[in-house]
């Protein structure tokens, strides 16, 4: 069976010619032109995936994004966006969405960012709603050995929740599949290329800030934890490792 996009985005032309392409890549695709036909598509059939555009009347892609999450719905969701800024795709990232591409995109890497979504997605168990709160004694859902440690962090792969300490932390899907890898090589200095192929299935070249911007957002929800040291280290020049300071 062929998987299912919602596709929402106002300009006609590009609705039109990403709809084509999709379709031709061997997708289902549903493509509306606005947020609340988005919401009502999304609500009436599941997609297996959604691409939204940022920028579009009424409820744009960002309230999209929040509103699904905020119904519990953890479909993957890539957002399109001509805003290039830092701050706007943190703002993605806030909202809930899993990756996005800034306009104007060539259409291989929206496939090739579709394509990683997809294949994080596990269809066999539920995503586990990471929230906040204190881990007490029964509250992990695995047995010890079947967690992930380093430092001071708690990873349990299946239910997809991290513990810092006592907190839990809200992580998006992109953020948790990041954290796991580096925690799994605890120590190890992982660099760009590794870190593109494993997360997104594809390399998209020295200019890109996806995984700079992704690794700073991931900074900021570890060393919220009261007199948390960092955790995450940019070895210059290489890529990341996680180890304690």
Same mark, same amino acid.
């Given at each position: ?14 609705? &039109?010619?990403?709809?084509?392409? /999709? ?10 032109? %606005?947020?609340?036909? #988005?919401?009502?598509?999304? &609500? ?5 995936? /959604? ?26 969701? !890539? ?18 969405? %899993? %990756? ?9 890497? *929206? ?26 004694? =029964? ?8 967690? +992930? ?31 796991? /890898? !580096? #925690?799994?090589? $605890?120590? +190890?200095? !992982?660099? &760009?290329?590794? +870190? ?10 020295? $200019? $890109? ?12 929800? !570890? ?8 955790? +995450?280290?940019?070895?210059?020049? *290489? =890529?990341?490792? /996680?180890?304690? $300071?």
């Amino acid at each position: 069976m062929p998987h299912t996009v919602l596709l929402a985005e106002d300009d006609r032309a590009i609705r &039109h010619a990403v709809e084509r392409a /999709l379709t031709l890549e061997g997708y289902e695709v549903t493509a509306v032109a %606005d947020g609340i036909q #988005a919401l009502a598509t999304a &609500h009436r059939r599941p997609p297996d995936i /959604l691409v939204l555009d940022v920028m579009m009347p009424g409820i744009d892609g960002l309230q999209v994004c929040q509103v699904l999450r905020a119904e519990g719905d953890r479909t993957p969701i !890539l957002m399109l966006t001509a805003r290039v800024e830092t701050a706007d795709r943190i703002a993605g990232l806030d909202a809930g969405a %899993d %990756d996005y591409v800034a306009k104007p995109f060539e259409i291989e890497e *929206v496939f090739a960012r579709l394509r990683a979504l997809l294949r994080r997605v596990d269809t066999d168990a539920p995503f586990g709603r990471a929230g906040t709160g204190t881990a007490e004694s =029964g509250d992990v859902p695995v047995a010890a050995a079947d967690l +992930i440690t380093a430092a001071d962090l708690r990873i349990d792969p299946r239910a997809r929740r991290v513990w810092r300490g006592g907190a839990e932390l809200d992580l998006t899907r992109t953020e948790f599949d990041l954290l796991e /890898l !580096l #925690a799994r090589n $605890s120590g +190890i200095v !992982l660099d &760009h290329t590794a +870190i593109y192929d494993r997360i997104w299935g594809y390399d998209f070249g020295p $200019s $890109s800030k996806n995984l700079a911007v992704y690794v700073g957002y991931l900074r900021r929800k !570890l060393d919220v934890v009261a007199g948390a040291a960092p955790l +995450i280290h940019t070895v210059r020049g *290489v =890529g990341y490792v /996680l180890r304690e $300071s």
